[in-house]
């Protein structure tokens, strides 16, 4: 029943900003734990960050850690991630996801999956 969707995708200059975002249009996402994965052409699923249902625990993936901000504001059902100095290896499709299982950075932790929105970086 959960229907995740992204959005903010683009194209981007290395080294700048980019603010994605996920919510649920009916379903509200604040009992889940909510993150981003991302998979590039050739190139296998990887974690990205992801938040607890509370905010108060965030896990960032170390190829971002220091890039990347993930939060979450329940009371608009929406889930944001940030990327800073973006290079040309953050080029990716980026999936929302969501989950109540134990874990925070294991692709099997989250039952859904939207459908993706595409970060390009030029240089």
């Known amino acids: 029943q959960v229907q995740l969707v992204e959005s903010g995708g683009g194209l981007v200059q290395a080294g700048g900003s980019l603010t994605l975002s996920c919510t649920d249009s009916g379903r509200t996402l604040e009992n889940y734990v909510l993150g981003w994965f991302r998979q590039a052409p050739g190139k296998e699923r990887e974690f990205v960050a992801s938040i607890s249902a509370s905010g108060a625990a965030r896990h960032i993936a170390a190829s971002v850690k220091g890039r990347c901000t993930i939060s979450r504001d329940n009371a608009k059902n929406t889930m944001y991630l940030q990327i800073n100095s973006l290079k040309p290896e953050d080029a990716a499709v980026y999936y929302c996801?969501?989950?109540?299982?134990?874990?925070?950075?294991?692709?099997?932790?989250?039952?859904?999956w939207g459908r993706g929105t595409q970060i390009t970086v030029s240089s």
């Open positions: 996801v969501a989950g109540q299982k134990i874990g925070f950075s294991e692709a099997d932790s989250f039952d859904y």
